[in-house]
């Protein structure tokens, strides 16, 4: 039903920015979007999530004042801007979503991967010191 595909990664040095897209083939109507991250060797971890509205998002510590996520509906694309990198951001990150029953706000359910129904195939950020 929905297919998301990432782009937007690649090599940058600390302190840089990058912006990652995710763009979706269906339509994602009342559909929670959301940015994980996974390093090697370390558990998949989430990063942002966004409701259909945008209205409501919510943001990992880690990455809270730097990250920002966004989405353009009429694109059906998700954003997630990353600023002030360093290089514990080293991962690839996935885009998910899920659908969100008309809610307005993010769960507690929204912040784990067991959730989300679609994934992208992931991309590669990786932050030189």
């Known amino acids: 039903q929905v297919q998301l595909v990432e782009s937007g990664g690649g090599l940058v040095q600390a302190g840089g920015s990058l912006r990652l897209s995710c763009a979706a083939s269906?339509?994602?109507?009342?559909?929670?979007m959301g940015w994980f991250r996974q390093a090697p060797g370390k558990e998949r971890e989430f990063v942002a999530a966004?409701?259909?509205?945008?209205?409501?998002?919510h943001y990992a510590d880690s990455v809270k004042g730097r990250f920002t996520i966004s989405r353009d509906n009429a694109k059906n694309t998700v954003y997630l801007q990353m600023n002030s990198l360093n290089v514990e951001d080293t991962a690839v990150y996935y885009c998910?979503?899920?659908?969100?029953?008309?809610?307005?706000?993010?769960?507690?359910?929204?912040?784990?991967?067991?959730?989300?129904?679609?994934w992208g195939q992931g991309t590669q950020v990786t932050v030189s010191s």
């Open positions: 966004i409701t259909w509205s945008g209205g409501s998002t």
């Open positions: 269906g339509h994602t109507l009342s559909y929670v």
């Open positions: 998910a979503a899920r659908p969100d029953q008309g809610r307005t706000y993010i769960s507690m359910a929204d912040k784990t991967s067991a959730a989300y129904n679609y």
